[in-house]
């Protein structure tokens, strides 16, 4: 199966400053790679995900990027924002219907004002 | 438009009590999945199914069984509850099925359990 590493474990960044969470994951036949966004007392959502076609996808403030020969892909949010702060996972995914969907153990961010 | 709905939100059971968590989804997706979310931690894979008629284990499935009632419910049961068991139980599903492995996974708001 799946194993699926996220790093820091916990990020606090001052307001306006960026943020990244990398993601490790083993099997490489996982071609979709989704971020979700966790905030206090809800179930987590999805915030963007890439597809293994394509290294890079943004969208406005926050990015993923993609590595598929290290296999490595990455949140980044620039300008972060109170709004920010809250718990994200990712969730590598191999393709084929029915696989099992494993997530990371979480990224913790706290943004200061 | 209610995606993913479980039920109920909060729940005190003593141990050995036994209690069924419920989840419906109203997106026609063909796989369910139920989690456990520890203080701090992350999300844990309990039993999940890959469409109507199947279930599967996960990472922690002592201690629970599930049904996978029709395409739209996926029920959690604790037979015999341990404090151990005490976390929040999130239902989640995707639309799963024939080219619908890569897609978005919806979750529900989570039923907070408490074992005493």
């Known amino acids: 199966g799946e194993n699926v590493e996220q790093h820091p474990s916990t990020l606090s960044v001052q307001e306006g400053d960026s943020a990244v969470i990398k993601c490790t994951y083993s099997d490489s036949a996982s071609n979709y790679f989704p971020w979700y966004k966790q905030e206090l007392g809800k179930g987590p959502q999805l915030i963007i995900d890439i597809r293994s076609n394509v290294g890079e996808k943004k969208d406005q403030r926050i990015a993923v990027t993609l590595n598929k020969t290290a296999k490595h892909f990455s949140l980044h949010i620039t300008e972060t924002q109170p709004e920010d702060s809250a718990v994200y996972f990712c969730?590598?995914?191999?393709?084929?219907?029915?696989?099992?969907?494993?997530f990371g153990g979480g990224t913790r961010v706290l943004v200061k004002p | 438009n209610a995606g993913v709905t479980q039920t109920p939100k909060f729940q005190v059971l003593k141990t050995g009590q036994s209690m069924t968590l419920q989840c419906a989804q109203d997106?026609?997706?063909?796989?369910m999945y139920w989690y456990r979310q520890d203080p701090g931690m992350g999300l844990r894979l309990i039993y999940y199914?890959?469409?109507?008629?199947?279930?599967d284990k996960g990472e922690v499935p002592n201690g629970y069984n599930v049904s996978r009632l029709n395409k739209r419910e996926f029920s959690l049961r604790l037979e015999s509850a341990a404090p151990s068991q005490t976390s929040v139980y999130f239902c989640?599903?995707?639309?799963?099925?024939?080219?619908?492995?890569?897609?978005?996974?919806?979750f529900g708001q989570g039923t907070r359990l408490t074992v005493v």
């Open positions: 997106m026609n997706h063909n796989s």
């Open positions: 199914s890959a469409s109507e008629g199947t279930t």
């Open positions: 969730a590598p995914k191999v393709g084929a219907a029915g696989n099992k969907l494993t």
């Open positions: 989640a599903s995707t639309l799963g099925g024939t080219g619908g492995g890569n897609t978005e996974a919806f």
